[in-house]
């Protein structure tokens, strides 16, 4: 029977990012954030306890303490962990991330029993988590929220770093022609497909793994990313150079910490992208940009 470890990091709002981001190269399968009583934000991750889980909880202490040394987290910031069996581990995540509407259209939902949705939302169904991706997390929501506003019927549609492939599925129930949806990691790619099963639009959605853009060709109408700001800055440069946006397409970008907006924003219009809007929430960012 495999066991689960939930890893609770509790840091400042400032350094939530970074720690989302140890916690997904650590390999936890959904992250989910929450606030504390006194303004910490408290990150969780759910992480197999494979062989290999000495050597990772390790590293990520590792990670932390350097991060500490440099001033890049506050000295306040703890690690705790709690192991879960198999069968119980979706529990604790389902009681952090309960069925959410987001915006006029979306409801999300982690289990496969049926939900109560009144409004006649689209569903989107996940079990199989990958980083970022279940839409409580503030970043895929304005992503989610954003995607709802544009046309995507009959519209080619590309998600870079599908994660769990709710931006790609999303897109898929919307009516675009064709979804393509990359991620570098291999886990990911496997939770994102059993996603777009769960959800009857596998054959709508190209499944590539891809670092960025380096197996992409093409363009697209709507290009959505959800990266971390080293990431998006690196994507911005090769939207530009391979000319994957259409004309007249949009790209739809979070992950983005309001420190990290510092130094996106100015990039993207040095390269010459006109931000059609931006959005604020929890600290991070979401924009909506062309090719100016």
């Not at 350097?66 to 995540?93: C, G, M, N, Y």
């Not at 886990?187 to 099963?197: I, M, V």
């Not at 190209?206 to 080293?230: A, E, H, M, W, Y």
Request: hydrophobic share 45%.
């Amino acid at each position: 029977m495999v066991t689960w470890l939930a890893i609770e990091v509790v840091t400042s709002l400032q350094g939530a990012e970074q720690v989302h981001g140890l916690l997904d190269a650590l390999g936890c399968l959904g992250t989910a954030q929450t606030f504390e009583p006194d303004g910490a934000v408290r990150v969780v991750g759910y992480l197999p306890a494979t062989e290999d889980v000495t050597e990772k909880l390790v590293w990520l202490q590792e990670q932390i303490d350097f991060a500490i040394a440099h001033d890049w987290l506050p000295k306040s910031t703890s690690v705790t962990t709690r192991t879960l069996e198999a069968e119980a581990w979706e529990a604790p995540l389902r009681k952090v991330l309960p069925p959410l509407s987001i915006g006029n259209r979306f409801l999300v939902v982690l289990t496969d029993e049926p939900a109560d949705n009144p409004e006649h939302r689209i569903v989107l169904r996940l079990r199989s988590l990958g980083g970022f991706g279940t839409g409580h997390h503030p970043t895929t929501r304005m992503c989610l929220e954003f995607l709802e506003q544009c046309q995507v019927s009959g519209k080619q549609v590309l998600d870079v770093g599908t994660g769990s492939g709710i931006l790609a599925i999303a897109s898929a129930k919307l009516g675009a022609r064709e979804v393509v949806a990359t991620d570098i990691d291999d886990a990911a790619l496997d939770a994102a497909q059993e996603n777009a099963t769960r959800n009857g639009c596998i054959d709508f959605i190209r499944f590539v793994k891809s670092d960025l853009l380096r197996q992409v060709s093409g363009q697209f109408d709507i290009v959505l990313s959800n990266l971390l700001t080293p990431l998006i800055k690196d994507l911005a440069w090769q939207i530009k150079s391979r000319q994957v946006l259409a004309p007249e397409g949009l790209w739809i970008g979070s992950g983005v910490s309001v420190e990290g907006w510092k130094e996106v924003k100015p990039l993207l219009l040095k390269l010459g992208y006109r931000l059609v809007e931006e959005r604020e929430l929890a600290g991070w960012v979401a924009f909506v940009a062309t090719q100016g």
